[in-house]
């Protein structure tokens, strides 16, 4: 089978800041050289006191550490705002779009945004916020969002964003881990015509978490809510009293920035840390040669602040680069299905950055949608967040962006700050599903089982050899766990979790997850963590959580369970189940399947066979492979026997 390759657009190859060539030139110097090369990309960014050391970074156990920039002092809000002010400062920064699209949109210069930035940051001070404190933000997709975020940067304190979508009690363990003392929250937020009660999810999640002192509510769509004495605020009349000018925080190249809470193969969701400088530099760098950025284009990053992507392309990236970035409420499908084009056309978006499992639930309901907008602004496209097919790729390119605008398929993570594997628009020939080659400065290779090192065409995992300055520089609260989640796999390397191929060109292909992990609509999640909201609830013995093939969420979520012995499994408890996960963990941990089970297929010292769950789950029964070793064969034919998925 011949794959299609599409080669780089002669305009795109002219004009863009890099072309195949420079490419191969710098990731050259890049490994070669990487403290020549990142002292001189580190000059994008105004530092306070500007560094002398550059790189000082180890994986290996002996001497583990990683530091970028170290003796370097800087302020990325002021990044942000302060130094666009001067050239900018009537450039709009942020263009809000709102969920109905008969409400007004929002258009905010950098002065604006500085001005609100400074009143909110002399809030936070006022409220006795300061450098190194955790601030919990629990906000929609709305401009006071960013805001919050600068504000936390000017003045040194960190901040850990929790999804809005998430429930309560996962906020309230958010909040916990970190010792928050405040939360900044609306009192609702609205998806798809729906109203999200965010301030009484708070209420609930602050009766598990008296820690939190302070919580300020912006009122965003005027809902009635409760208001508890000297602990709420209202953030417009609080933050209007504050004077609009507030001195940024010198902050060292590593202080911590932000915590960003993500599932991983085991325990509780664990809190990834950035810091500042290498972090800056990487968004900064990475947004402006993926995205082949300038300023004066239009750029929209479709994501939640509540996800990395969010953090790094809605938000740090353009900004730091003095952009102009869209900031949408909705969700793809509301009021119908042309939403994205139609505010891709109002706001004459030149660069679309998107996820495959809004691409895929699109692409199911017909090409109409999107033909009957112009899209005619449309240059560049992104995706990000799980691999993308090539069917959904090719109608992407195709119907999208009518054969015009080059893909770039962006593969990174929470833990790298920033895209690793990209293509370059300017510069690489797309192979649709491909995410081609390494950014500057990252080593991919690819492991066997045993960790050999793969060469050429192969299929392994994949790990990064050497350090990036937007990696990850801890777990909250647990440097240990660090260590031991991503650099003992595979002693001297970082593991990504994720399964990767290699062709002949050298292209490298994202195979998913390997660990368990799935990735449903492009959100993480623990199997570990549903898992132990299912045995939370009092009528289950035990639970297993696989992933199944979704057509739309990339990955579906397929739980096994056993209910104690007195319970009758039914229709009635299966409902019951799927509603506590919801409440448990929020809407997106969201049972597809739930299979009961008298017994979870163990082998004899106990250990459940995921491999023979995951086969079920994915349907494919004909090859359940050795079942020698189960403690109870009968189990396995049971199971195959009230598959829901069989015939
Ligand atoms: C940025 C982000 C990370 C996991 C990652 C991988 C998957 C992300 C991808 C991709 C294939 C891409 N992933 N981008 N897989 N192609 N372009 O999504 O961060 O939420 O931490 O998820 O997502 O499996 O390991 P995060």
């Known amino acids: 089978m011949s794959q299609p390759v599409y080669p780089v657009p002669a305009k795109w190859a002219e004009e863009a800041l890099i072309d195949n060539g420079r490419y191969q030139e710098m990731y050259r110097a890049s490994i070669d050289d990487p403290d020549a090369f990142w002292r001189r990309e580190a000059k994008r960014l105004d530092w306070i006191k500007p560094f002398t050391q550059v790189k000082e970074t180890s994986f290996d156990e002996a001497d583990f550490g990683i530091r970028w920039f170290a003796d370097g002092t800087l302020n990325l809000s002021a990044n942000c705002l302060d130094r666009h002010l001067a050239e900018r400062a009537d450039t709009v920064a942020i263009l809000w779009e709102p969920d109905n699209p008969a409400d007004q949109e929002r258009r905010i210069t950098y002065r604006e945004l500085h001005e609100d930035v400074c009143r909110f940051a002399n809030l936070l001070r006022s409220r006795g916020i300061g450098k190194g404190d955790r601030v919990t933000i629990y906000l929609p997709m709305v401009p006071e969002a960013a805001v919050a975020m600068l504000a936390c940067a000017r003045i040194g304190a960190i901040h850990s964003i929790v999804f809005a979508g998430f429930s309560p009690e996962a906020l309230a363990g958010r909040i916990q881990d970190c010792d928050s003392r405040i939360v900044l929250t609306a009192d609702e937020g609205r998806r798809g015509g729906k109203a999200v009660p965010l301030k009484a999810n708070v209420d609930v999640a ?87 950025y300038r300023q004066g284009q239009i750029y929209w990053c479709a994501a939640d602040v509540g996800w990395v992507t969010g953090h790094t392309y809605v938000v740090y990236g353009p900004l730091m680069n003095g952009g102009t970035t869209v900031m949408f409420e909705g969700v793809p499908n509301f009021p119908d299905a042309s939403r994205f084009w139609q505010v891709v056309d109002k706001f004459q978006v030149e660069i679309f950055y998107g996820a495959p499992t809004a691409l895929r639930a699109l692409m199911a309901e017909g090409d109409k949608w999107v033909t009957r907008t112009s899209r005619k602004s449309l240059r560049l496209l992104g995706s990000v967040g799980e691999p993308i097919n090539p069917e959904a790729w090719e109608w992407y390119y195709r119907v999208v962006g009518e054969g015009r605008c080059p893909i770039v398929d962006t593969w990174w993570q929470t833990e790298t700050g920033g895209a690793m594997i990209t293509p370059l628009p300017g510069a690489t020939p797309l192979k649709p599903g491909s995410a081609a080659f390494p950014m500057f400065g990252v080593r991919p290779l690819l492991l066997d089982g045993e960790g050999k090192i793969l060469e050429g065409a192969a299929e392994g995992s994949l790990v990064i050899a050497d350090s990036w300055p937007g990696q990850m520089r801890s777990v909250w609260g647990d440097h240990e766990r660090f260590f031991q989640t991503y ?120 250990k459940i066979m995921r491999r023979i769950l995951r086969k079920i789950a994915e349907n494919d029964t004909g090859s359940l492979g050795d079942t020698s070793t189960l403690a109870d064969p009968q189990v396995v034919d049971h199971l195959l026997a009230t598959s829901p998925l069989a015939e």
């Open 206 to 292: 602050l009766a598990h978490a008296p820690g939190v002192e302070t919580v300020i509510v912006l009122a965003h769509t005027g809902a009635d809510v409760t208001k508890v004495d000297r602990r709420d605020i209202d953030w417009t009349s609080a933050a209007g009293d504050q004077s609009a000018s507030c001195e940024p925080e010198e902050m060292n190249a590593e202080d911590p920035l932000f915590i960003l809470y993500t599932s991983g193969s085991t325990g509780k969701p664990k809190g990834v840390l950035h810091t500042t400088g290498g972090y800056a530099v990487w968004a900064a760098m990475t947004h402006e040669y993926v995205f082949d």
């Open 487 to 606: 650099f003992t796999t595979y002693r001297g390397y970082y593991f990504s979790g994720d399964g990767c191929r290699r062709d002949a060109d050298g292209y490298y292909w994202i195979t998913g997850r390997i660990d368990d992990v799935i990735n449903v609509s492009g959100h993480r999640m623990g199997t570990a963590e549903i898992e132990s909201a299912l045995v939370a609830h009092c009528k289950v013995a035990e639970a297993a959580v696989v992933g199944m093939p979704h057509a739309v969420k990339g990955q579906g979520i397929y739980a096994y369970v056993t209910t104690n012995v007195e319970v009758q499994p039914d229709d009635e408890l299966k409902a019951e189940l799927i509603k506590w996960v919801r409440q448990e963990i929020g809407p997106i941990a969201t049972p597809d399947v739930i299979h009961f089970t008298p017994a979870l297929p163990k082998t004899r010292s106990g």
